[in-house]
Nanobody
């Protein structure tokens, strides 16, 4: 049974850092591409980072490039999202998910399934 559980969210000041975790079960971590997404109130869910299966190539949305880093620890079956120099506009619920259908864009949420419950990140000014 595939399951993803996010954790690590919270309240952080603008310019600060936070590390999110996505713990997976039901499959071998490096056999799947995992993505991080966020959703703010009234805004469509946005793909922000992913790490591909096997070789672990990373992709980032322009809005977080240079500030966020996605990584994985296969032994711990966990994918991380290191968030540095956060901004108020980074506020939202962050989700991780498994890529099941590649739709030409690794950050297209339509190709992902097995979504976790999400973790809230709030950045204060």
């Amino acid at each position: 049974q595939v399951q993803l559980v996010e954790s690590g969210g919270g309240l952080v000041q603008s310019g600060g850092s936070l590390r999110l975790s996505c713990s997976v079960s039901g499959f071998t971590l490096d056999s799947k591409t995992i993505g991080w997404f966020r959703q703010a109130p009234g805004i469509q869910r946005e793909g922000i980072a992913c790490i591909t299966r096997q070789d672990g190539t990373q992709y980032y949305a322009d809005s977080v490039k240079g500030r966020f880093t996605i990584s994985r620890d296969n032994a711990k079956s966990t994918v991380y999202l290191q968030m540095d120099n956060v901004k108020v506009e980074d506020t939202g619920v962050y989700y991780c998910a498994v890529l099941t259908v590649f739709m030409g864009d690794y950050l297209n949420s339509g190709g992902y399934d097995f979504w976790g419950q999400g973790t809230q990140v709030t950045v204060s000014s």
